[in-house]
């Protein structure tokens, strides 16, 4: 089983939609969270970091289920240039701590 | 904002070279980071520092070795570069190794 899973897509959606992603964790000891963007042929950029009590900004909101071990991006009133690859990204925890990259979920938001 | 630059954005070598990708940060962080990125694997670790002089060998360090004399600068070295190791490389840093981590471009290096 893969550290942290998620789906790759293609989520194809239309402008103005919300769309939801999820992404499961293996490591119960995993204590940090992120979601990345990627565009393509581009570096992940860091959306925002995912908190216990879940956390909006603007229109993105992030939520993390410690009992079943995955968090979830929403997104709102998708735009066009949200199409990227999301990179869900959890710790392995222990005492390195290293972050763990998911393969990505590429969205594909049409006009 | 913080800045990590990497020395090429592509580069072409030849089987059996030594190849050297730079890494250069800005904001002073402890930690950085090696990862390739390929289709359908993802980011994969292949060595991070968290302090000048120190290393830790990632999930695939194999045929990689890295260097960090100064606490802005981490090098990623392929002793004999082969085909398999065509990919994009992305370097990071970090505050702390469990923080957010901030990537360079990237390199597309291909051994031909």
């Known amino acids: 089983r893969k550290e942290v899973e998620q789906d790759p897509g293609p989520f194809n959606v239309p402008e103005g939609a919300t769309v939801a992603f999820n992404c499961t964790y293996s490591?119960?000891?995993?204590?940090?969270f992120f979601w990345y963007r990627q565009d393509c042929r581009k570096e992940p950029k860091l959306l925002m970091s995912v908190y216990s009590s879940g956390n909006e900004d603007g229109r993105f909101t992030a939520q993390l289920n410690r009992a079943s071990q995955y968090i979830s991006l929403l997104i709102r009133d998708s735009k066009l240039s949200d199409s990227a690859t999301y990179l869900c990204v959890g710790s392995r925890g222990g005492a390195t701590n290293k972050l763990i990259f998911g393969t990505g979920t590429l969205l594909a938001v049409q006009p | 904002d913080v800045k990590v630059t990497q020395s090429s954005r592509y580069l072409v070598k030849r089987t059996g070279e030594k190849v050297f990708l730079e890494c250069v940060q800005d904001?002073?962080?402890?930690?950085m980071f090696w990862y390739r990125q390929d289709p359908g694997l993802g980011l994969r670790l292949i060595y991070f520092?968290?302090?000048?002089?120190?290393?830790e060998k990632g999930d695939i360090p194999e045929g990689y070795s890295v260097s960090r004399e100064k606490k802005e600068r981490f090098s990623l070295i392929l002793e004999s570069a082969s085909t398999n190791q065509t990919s994009m490389y992305l370097c990071?840093?970090?505050?702390?190794?469990?923080?957010?981590?901030?990537f360079g471009d990237g390199t597309r290096l291909s051994i031909l």
């Open positions: 490591n119960s000891a995993s204590q940090s």
């Open positions: 990071a840093s970090s505050f702390g190794v469990n923080q957010p981590q901030h």
């Open positions: 904001m002073d962080h402890e930690n």
């Open positions: 520092s968290y302090d000048v002089k120190m290393k």
